[in-house]
C-alpha cells in the first residue's frame, strides 16, 4: 500500500459543486501539503499543515479550505468548484529531515 | 520570495545519450536544499536527486549528478546513458532550510523523451 493515499484519482464535476479531495498517510509525518499543478506551471502551494492544530495558507489558498482531521488525515475542499480549479492536485507530507512524499495524485476536471 | 526557472519546456534525446535539464533559482537565503523530482506518465512524483547548499560536493546518484554553482545559483542534472524509462517530466524545487514546514518551491517543469 502507498504511505500516502489520496481520493478519489480522478473526478468530474460541474460549476458550483462542493468537491472534497481526502488524503490520508501511514508515514507518521506531522507535516502535510497540499498542492496543485498545472501544465507549465510547476506545482503550487495551497495549503500546509504543522500538526492538527495548525493551518497555514499556502501561495494559491482562494477557493479552497482544508481540514486537518487527525495526524494522518488532511482533506482539501472546493467549496463551489470553477472551471479554473481543473487541475491535478497532490498531497503531500514530510519529515523534519525535508523530504516530501507525495500522493499519486488527484485529477479533477470542473465543466 | 524564491523563484525557480526551468527555461527548457521540452527536450528529446536518444538512449543511451546524455541530457543535462537546467535549472536557475533566485534567493536571498543561504541555507537551502535544491531537488530534482521526476513526473513519469503515472504522475507520481518521485524524488531524484537532493543538494544542500552548504555541501560543495555535488550530489550523484547512480546515472544521476547535478552541477551546483551556488554563487550562479544554477542546479543542473545530467542524466548519463539515458533509459526509455527516464521518459517523463523533471522539476526543480528550492526549499528553505528551516525547522518549519518545508515548503517546496517548483520550476516549470522540462518535458523529457528518450528515443529509442
Known amino acids: 500500500d502507498a504511505d500516502v493515499t489520496q481520493t478519489p484519482r480522478n473526478r468530474i464535476t460541474k460549476t458550483g459543486k462542493r468537491i472534497m479531495l481526502e488524503c490520508s498517510q501511514t508515514?507518521?509525518?506531522?507535516?502535510m501539503y497540499w498542492y496543485r499543478q498545472d501544465p507549465g506551471l510547476g506545482l503550487r502551494l495551497i495549503y500546509y499543515s504543522f500538526d492538527v492544530k495548525d493551518i497555514n495558507k499556502g501561495e494559491i489558498s482562494d477557493g479552497y479550505s482544508v481540514s486537518r482531521q487527525a495526524q494522518a488525515k488532511f482533506s482539501l475542499s472546493l467549496e463551489s468548484a470553477i472551471p479554473n480549479q481543473t487541475a491535478l492536485y497532490f498531497c503531500?507530507?514530510?519529515?523534519?529531515?525535508?523530504?516530501?512524499?507525495f500522493g499519486e495524485g488527484s485529477r479533477l476536471t470542473v465543466l | 520570495a524564491q523563484t525557480v526557472t526551468q527555461s527548457q519546456p521540452e527536450m528529446s534525446v536518444q538512449e543511451a545519450e546524455t541530457v543535462t535539464l537546467s535549472c536557475t533559482y533566485d534567493t536571498s537565503e543561504n541555507n537551502y536544499y535544491l531537488f530534482w523530482y521526476k513526473q513519469p506518465p503515472s504522475r507520481q512524483m518521485i524524488l531524484v536527486i537532493r543538494q544542500e547548499a552548504y555541501k560543495q560536493q555535488n550530489a550523484t546518484e547512480n546515472r544521476f549528478s547535478v552541477n551546483f554553482q551556488k554563487a550562479a545559483k544554477s542546479f543542473s542534472l545530467k542524466i548519463s546513458d539515458s533509459q526509455l524509462g527516464d521518459t517523463a517530466m523533471y522539476f526543480c524545487?528550492?526549499?528553505?532550510?528551516?525547522?518549519?514546514?518545508?515548503?517546496?518551491?517548483f520550476g516549470q517543469g522540462t518535458r523529457l523523451t528518450i528515443n529509442p
Open positions: 503531500a507530507t514530510s519529515d523534519v529531515a525535508g523530504e516530501l512524499f
Open positions: 508515514k507518521g509525518h506531522d507535516r
Open positions: 524545487a528550492f526549499m528553505k532550510r528551516t525547522q518549519g514546514a518545508q515548503k517546496l518551491v
